[in-house]
């Protein structure tokens, strides 16, 4: 053998050698790679992730009227809502920050209009306490339709839309829901009748021969109206009960305003932010029924515009504020 073949030999015999100590050395490496244990896996997945059954209430009432919660189909219903809604965890908690902002001024004006406090909840169904549009053209919290929104007293045009404005469009749906309750004798039926119609809802009393909401059948969305409502009642007023555990300063706080009066034209809203020591956004943010940049007011009608107090838009300083006031 030439001295050629043999270095050939020694170098391929070192590289075959370097070749089986690499599949070797993956191999161990692979056969001491743990194998996950399928029961193992199971039983931290079951420890760790726990999905439970809710408690039924034995009683319930939606304002002061009693829900029939005796009635295996009213039971489901409720425990059909009450778990989608303590289970969609975020937009559940999104609703109860929200709440903070809103609730205590609605609530107020419910009140001081002697609607029950129940109806609160109403917006949270409607818009999730946001200034939605819906695809048949509701808006607001209260998702008043334009038609509507012009019958119950709301100022409705191109620079002017009420049913943005809170205050206002919860005084609308205060008119809407005792002229209801005085037709139904009935506030369960009145706030149903808030979704699905006045005229509609009596059509299937009278063809139902039915007095009662629970004994209705109904399209799907006002079917599950009011146990949407009842189910945000409960988890609201026991956010713990159900899983939620939210810090004071994880909610939204209103922010402290003032009121400045307009009753001439405002040709530049930017500038009459900034000439308020705040910018046009959150001039918006806190006046969104002005539609528009501008306002010409022909008739000299009196506005009020929220201005915040001192321009202060800081979280922190808005949480101070709403704690120095309790």
């Not at 019958?151 to 008119?175: M, P, S, W």
């Not at 002005?290 to 506005?303: C, M, V």
Request: proline letters at 5%; one cysteine or more.
């Amino acid at each position: 053998m030439s001295n050629n073949e043999k270095r050939f030999f020694r170098w391929f015999s070192l590289l075959l050698g370097m070749v089986l100590i690499i599949v070797l050395a993956l191999n161990l490496s692979f056969t001491q790679t743990p194998v996950p244990d399928e029961e193992d896996h199971s039983m931290k997945f079951q420890r760790d992730y726990s999905i439970y059954s809710l408690d039924m209430p034995d009683t319930l009432y939606f304002a002061g009227e009693r829900v029939p919660v005796d009635y295996f189909d009213v039971r489901e219903d409720l425990d059909r809502e009450l778990l989608v809604n303590t289970y969609w965890q975020s937009h559940t908690l999104l609703l109860i920050k929200r709440a903070n902002r809103y609730l205590p001024l609605i609530d107020s004006i419910l009140g001081a209009n002697g609607v029950p406090e129940d109806f609160k909840y109403i917006p949270l169904i409607e818009s999730e306490l946001t200034n939605a549009v819906s695809p048949a053209g509701a808006v607001g919290l209260w998702q008043f339709l334009r038609g509507t929104g012009r019958d119950y007293g709301l100022e409705i045009n191109t620079q002017v839309d009420e049913r943005y404005h809170v205050e206002k469009a919860t005084e609308a749906a205060c008119r809407f829901f005792k002229e209801s309750y005085r037709k139904f004798g009935s506030w369960t039926l009145a706030a149903a009748s808030f979704n699905y119609g006045r005229s509609a809802l009596n059509r299937q009393l009278k063809r139902q021969e039915a007095e009662s909401y629970y004994n209705l059948i109904l399209n799907q969305e006002t079917a599950r109206y009011i146990y949407r409502i009842l189910a945000l009642k409960m988890i609201l007023e026991d956010p713990e009960k159900y899983g939620f555990h939210i810090r004071p300063h994880d909610l939204y706080y209103p922010v402290p305003t003032r009121r400045v009066q307009v009753d001439t034209a405002v040709d530049n809203f930017a500038k009459f932010a900034r000439d308020h020591s705040i910018n046009y956004k959150y001039l918006k943010i806190l006046n969104p029924w002005l539609r528009e940049s501008y306002l010409k007011n022909p008739d000299g009608k009196t506005y009020q515009i929220n201005i915040p107090r001192e321009g202060e838009r800081d979280y922190r300083s808005i949480l101070q504020a709403n704690i120095d006031s309790l």
